[in-house]
């Protein structure tokens, strides 16, 4: 895709307001994109291009071990 078509200011701001969404809301970006009707490719295309590729990978490392934990301590509750 051309670096010109993350450049378009408006199309960024939408982006933005979604990545943001998604890193709030705990969820999978795979389980956020549905909800919100994304295309995951897209949205991981744009993750890229904000936070560069090893941030946005770090970034989903942590939130795959917060549902860990999450799922240890509700196994643990029962």
């Known amino acids: 895709m051309n670096l010109r078509h993350f450049e378009n200011k408006a199309r960024q701001s939408w982006w933005v307001v979604h990545v943001e969404a998604w890193q709030r809301s ?10 919100h009707r994304l295309t995951k490719d897209t949205l991981d295309r744009w993750l890229k291009y ?13 939130q795959a071990e917060l549902r860990r934990q999450k799922r240890l301590e509700e196994r643990a509750k029962r």
């Open 50 to 62: 904000f936070a560069g590729n090893e941030a946005a990978r770090k970034h989903a490392e942590y």
């Open 26 to 35: 705990g969820l999978t970006r795979t389980d956020y994109c549905r909800v």
